[in-house]
């Protein structure tokens, strides 16, 4: 296994400290509530990912000999996506930025699935988590394609976190399954704010990204770990 030089392991310090700086930025920025200050901030904290990850797939993922860890760095791609939409142009579009931002997140999940290789027992869990969670929408009649698409992707991530513990044909560095654990508490939060009113609405709102830019930073370094361990 080829070690990261100097360079790189300068860039990785840099890479670690330029997003707890934006998680600082983002926090404070939300606390002054600075409105539009606050959807660029978050942006650039997940650029700062796609980047990172994008140098080493340009450099390294390209070249492996088993390409399979790639899957990380096109999720962190999906992610950037996601987040133009949900993030950056959200208060612009409104719904039609949601579901556009929640359909690119699923996919981030889909492809985070196959990265796992769950198998078929995973499959069949991830649709069964979807149609309970499809079934107590119903049952309280917000069978509505926003919330649809947020109750999927937040199975779908739950299924993920149990795919990434459980190990079984697959065991990711633990830098993703604490990256994708982080990621369910902040999709949870997320449901939790949209859900509840008062210092509950309050205080999930203001930990959503507390829990997403760590997520988002680990499952980053997962990739650069897996490219390194595969050179």
């Known amino acids: 296994m080829k070690r990261n030089g100097p360079g790189e392991k300068n860039l990785i310090r840099a890479y670690v400290i330029?997003?707890?700086?934006?998680?600082?930025?983002?926090k404070t920025l939300q606390i002054m509530h600075k409105g539009r200050l606050i959807n660029w901030s978050m942006y650039a904290a997940i650029t700062v990912n796609?980047?990172?990850a994008l140098y080493y797939y340009l450099r390294y993922g390209r070249k492996l000999e088993d390409k399979h860890v790639n899957l990380i760095a096109f999720g962190l791609f999906a992610t950037f996506a996601a987040d133009f939409f949900a993030t950056l142009i959200g208060r612009r579009m409104s719904m039609t930025a949601y579901l556009c931002g929640a359909a690119c997140f699923c996919i981030v999940e889909l492809i985070y699935a196959a990265y796992l290789r769950g198998g078929r027992t995973s499959v069949i869990m991830r649709a069964v988590l979807v149609a309970a969670g499809l079934t107590v929408l119903s049952v309280m009649g917000a069978l509505k394609p926003d919330k649809v698409l947020g109750i999927t992707n937040e199975m779908l991530i739950l299924a993920?976190?149990?795919?990434?513990?459980?190990?079984?044909?697959i065991n990711p560095h633990i830098f993703f399954k604490i990256g994708i654990t982080l990621f369910l508490a902040c999709d949870t939060s997320i449901v939790i704010r949209s859900l509840a009113s008062g210092i509950i609405h309050d205080t999930a709102a203001f930990v959503v990204w507390i829990f997403y830019v760590p997520a988002q930073m680990l499952i980053t370094l997962a990739y650069v770990n897996g490219c390194r361990e595969s050179r």
Do not use: G
């Not at 330029?18 to 983002?26: D, G, K, Q, T």
């Not at 993920?160 to 190990?167: E, M, R, S």
């Open 50 to 52: 796609t980047a990172l």
């Open 160 to 169: 993920n976190v149990i795919d990434a513990w459980a190990a079984r044909r």
């Open 18 to 26: 330029i997003s707890i700086a934006l998680l600082v930025l983002i």
